[in-house]
């Protein structure tokens, strides 16, 4: 079992940065992929990004075009996602998720066994 909160989001300025982290706590954190996803208010969730057990990531390259970067420290079980020069369309609750272990990230949301909460981002213009 893997338990997943996420924290760090808020009100920020259009063009401003922002510093997502996903803390893990359970067994064999740093043997599973973990991805971020959001889902703004009337719209389906989507995939953002995501990292592999060994650190390799994956984008959504049509909605973060190299403004998002995601990292993972085992040390910490914590996998992060900055998010530079947001755009008002970056408003969404993010969440992040966990596969199973030894899975590799996946942009499918049914491929994901664990979920967090949420965190509210919120980009004013």
């Known amino acids: 079992q893997v338990q997943l909160v996420e924290s760090g989001g808020g009100l920020v300025q259009a063009g401003g940065s922002l510093r997502l982290s996903c803390a893990a706590s359970?067994?064999?954190?740093?043997?599973?992929?973990v991805g971020w996803f959001r889902q703004a208010p009337g719209k389906e969730r989507e995939f953002v990004a995501a990292?592999?057990?060994?650190?390799?990531?994956?984008y959504n390259t049509d909605s973060v075009k190299g403004r998002f970067t995601i990292s993972r420290d085992n040390a910490k079980n914590t996998v992060y996602l900055q998010m530079n020069s947001v755009l008002s369309e970056d408003t969404a609750v993010y969440y992040c998720?966990?596969?199973?272990?030894?899975?590799?990230?996946?942009?499918?949301?049914?491929?994901?066994?664990?979920w967090g909460q949420g965190t509210q981002v919120t980009v004013s213009s």
């Open positions: 998720a966990a596969r199973t272990i030894a899975s590799r990230s996946s942009r499918e949301i049914s491929d994901y066994s664990y």
């Open positions: 359970g067994s064999s954190f740093s043997a599973r992929s």
């Open positions: 990292i592999n057990w060994d650190g390799v990531p994956t």
